[in-house]
C-alpha cells in the first residue's frame, strides 16, 4: 500500500526539541522531494519546508517561520523522513504532515495522516 | 508577501454546482492547485496545473484561471463534498509556498 506514517509529536514545553519521523511505503522514496507541512488548530495549511532527493544533493528550504530552528533530513535506506524542530514556540502547535512531491513541483499527491505537536507550559 | 485570497464559506444545495475562487497576483505565471480536506482527515490534491484531475478524482472536480482568479468548480455536489478547499501556488520568494486561507464548502 502506497502510505506515509508519521510519529513523534507530543507536548513539549516552549524553548524544547522534538524529532518527527515519517516512514513511506508503496512507492520508490528515494525518487522523490519530500515536504512537511503543519496545520494549526482550526487553522488553514502553512508549508514548513522541503528535501530534495539524492539526485539534488538531498538540498533544504524552509519558511521563514521555521528557518534556523527546523531541520528536514532523511534516510532513503529506511524510506524515513525526519523534521528535527528545535527552540519550539506555542505558535509552532500543529498537525504535522509529511506530505510527498510528484514531479519535484511543490505539488503534494501523496499525504500522511499528521501528528500532533502541541508546545505549552 | 504574496497572498491568495479565497471566500470564507461557500454554500449551496445538493445536486447544485459550487464554485471557489482564488485571488492572486501574476497568476499568469504560476499554476493554482487545489485540495479538499474533510474533517479530520488529511489534504487531498483534487486538481493540479490550474486544471488537470489528478488519477482518480471525479469529473465533477474542474479547475480554471482567467485573469488574477482561478476557480474551483464541482457539479452535482454531494453532501460528500463538504470539506475545506484550499488554493496553492509556488511563488518564488524566501516562501517559495503559499496556501489560500482555505474556503469551507457546506452542502445544504
Known amino acids: 500500500e502506497v502510505q506515509l506514517v508519521e510519529s513523534g509529536g507530543g507536548l513539549v514545553q516552549p524553548g524544547g526539541s522534538l524529532r518527527l519521523s515519517c516512514v513511506a511505503s508503496?512507492?520508490?522514496?528515494?525518487?522523490?522531494?519530500m515536504d512537511w507541512v503543519r496545520q494549526a488548530p482550526g487553522k488553514g495549511l502553512e508549508w514548513v519546508g522541503r528535501?530534495?532527493?539524492?539526485?539534488?544533493?538531498?538540498?533544504?528550504e524552509y519558511a521563514a517561520s521555521v528557518k534556523g530552528r527546523f531541520i528536514i533530513s532523511r534516510d532513503d535506506s529506511q524510506r524515513s523522513l525526519f523534521l528535527q524542530m528545535n527552540s519550539l514556540k506555542t505558535e509552532d502547535t500543529a498537525l504535522y504532515y509529511c506530505?510527498?512531491?510528484?514531479?519535484?513541483?511543490?505539488?503534494?499527491?501523496?499525504w500522511g495522516q499528521g501528528t500532533l505537536v502541541t508546545v505549552s507550559s | 508577501s504574496y497572498a491568495l485570497v479565497q471566500p470564507p464559506s461557500v454554500a449551496v444545495a445538493p445536486g447544485t454546482s459550487a464554485r471557489i475562487t482564488c485571488g492572486g497576483n501574476?497568476?499568469?505565471?504560476?499554476?493554482v492547485h487545489w485540495y479538499q480536506q474533510k474533517p479530520g482527515q488529511a489534504p487531498v490534491l483534487v486538481i493540479h496545473?490550474?486544471?488537470d484531475r489528478p488519477s482518480g478524482i471525479p469529473e465533477r472536480f474542474s479547475g480554471s484561471k482567467s485573469g488574477n482568479t482561478a476557480t474551483l468548480t464541482i457539479t452535482r455536489v454531494e453532501v460528500g463534498d463538504e470539506a475545506d478547499y484550499y488554493c496553492?501556488?509556488?511563488?518564488?520568494?524566501?516562501?517559495?509556498?503559499?496556501f489560500g486561507g482555505g474556503t469551507k464548502l457546506t452542502v445544504l
Open positions: 496553492q501556488v509556488w511563488e518564488s520568494s524566501d516562501n517559495p509556498v503559499v
Open positions: 501574476n497568476f499568469e505565471t504560476k499554476s
Open positions: 528535501i530534495r532527493n539524492k539526485a539534488n544533493s538531498h538540498n533544504t
Open positions: 496545473y490550474d486544471s
Open positions: 506530505a510527498r512531491e510528484d514531479n519535484a513541483n511543490f505539488v503534494w499527491g501523496l
Open positions: 508503496g512507492f520508490t522514496f528515494s525518487d522523490h522531494y
